[in-house]
């Protein structure tokens, strides 16, 4: 091989490395399930069931749970949405990053005091995003904004767990 062939081999590879895994789905957001999760309907009609990454809302039955899903249904219901999606969880779910108008549906969440900033995928963050939702919580929190209004509330990764032991 030449040095251009190399060269161009190894610039091609390097920008593939990062895109092999992201899609991106562009729509219209036709359902809300809870405070993280919504279906959004692409250009083919085909729905899409996303999981807002960075973040876990109180599930339905949870304090806080139909408060949550209220939030993301007036942030993103009917509305046109950009989903940078990342991977799929174990449920086959597409993890991304949703937009609305400009603005990360998830961050907004948090900084709502909806949700919670969802640490146990931190690595599939970018720093600028860590840095954005932490400053978000932390934000919720000191404004005793939502669900850090001063009751106890559960995370919902603990309520989970409880429930399964149940």
């Known amino acids: ?11 091609l590879l390097t920008l593939l490395s990062g895109t092999v895994h992201a899609e991106v789905v562009q729509g219209r957001v036709v359902g809300i399930t809870d405070g993280d999760t919504l279906t959004l309907l692409d250009a083919t009609n085909r729905q899409h069931e996303i999981r807002l990454a960075g973040i876990d809302a109180p599930e339905k039955a949870q304090v806080f749970g139909q408060k949550a899903k209220q ?7 009917e509305q046109q949405a950009t989903a940078d999606c990342r991977k799929r969880d174990r449920y086959r779910q597409e993890i991304c990053v949703v937009t609305v108008a400009g603005k990360d549906v998830g961050l907004e969440q948090v900084r709502a ?12 963050q ?9 400053q978000a919580e932390s934000s919720a ?13 559960t995370p919902p990764w ?8 149940e």
């Open 1 to 11: 091989m030449t040095m251009i062939a190399i060269r161009s081999t190894v610039v």
């Open 71 to 77: 939030s993301l249904s007036t942030l993103a219901f």
């Open 113 to 124: 005091g909806m949700a919670w900033w969802y640490r146990q995928f931190i690595t599939a």
């Open 126 to 134: 970018t720093i600028e995003e860590r840095a954005a939702y932490e």
């Open 141 to 153: 929190k000191t404004g005793r904004r939502g669900l850090w209004n001063g009751l106890d509330q």
């Open 158 to 165: 603990e309520w989970r767990h409880r429930k399964l032991e």
